[in-house]
């Protein structure tokens, strides 16, 4: 089982940067992709980007409106993944989500993540 906390986020103007947590509380063994998302009001989950865990190599994927400005990092003796932003845009404005993918290897579609953190809003100002 995982336990899954976001923080970090917050108000921020366009251009500027934001660092979101996601905390691990990791109650089984084996491999995970650790995956952050977005909803915003109105719209589907979106994939932003993922990070393997716990694989021997580490591996990354982002979408492609992420591409160049998000950057997914991880601190496996804190059990903490981190996704920094920067360049930030108004489009960027929605509720960020981490999530685990037990056993999968760089997965993008949200029906593949087996826990899900509660969410943190991140707004970007125009």
């Known amino acids: 089982q995982v336990q899954l906390v976001e923080s970090g986020g917050g108000l921020v103007q366009a251009g500027g940067s934001l660092r979101l947590s996601c905390a691990a509380s990791v109650r089984t063994s084996g491999s995970f992709t650790i995956g952050w998302f977005r909803q915003a009001p109105g719209k589907e989950r979106e994939f932003v980007g993922c990070i393997s865990w716990n694989w021997n190599y580490n591996s990354t994927d982002y979408s492609d409106s992420v591409k160049g400005r998000f950057t997914i990092s991880r601190d496996n003796a804190k059990n903490t993944a981190y996704l920094q932003m920067n360049s930030l845009k108004a489009e960027d404005t929605a509720v960020y989500y981490c999530?685990?993918?037990?056993?999968?290897?760089?997965?993008?579609?949200?029906?593949?993540?087996?826990?899900w953190g509660q969410g943190t809003q991140v707004t970007v100002s125009s």
């Open positions: 999530a685990a993918a037990q056993g999968k290897v760089i997965v993008q579609a949200p029906r593949n993540y087996d826990y």
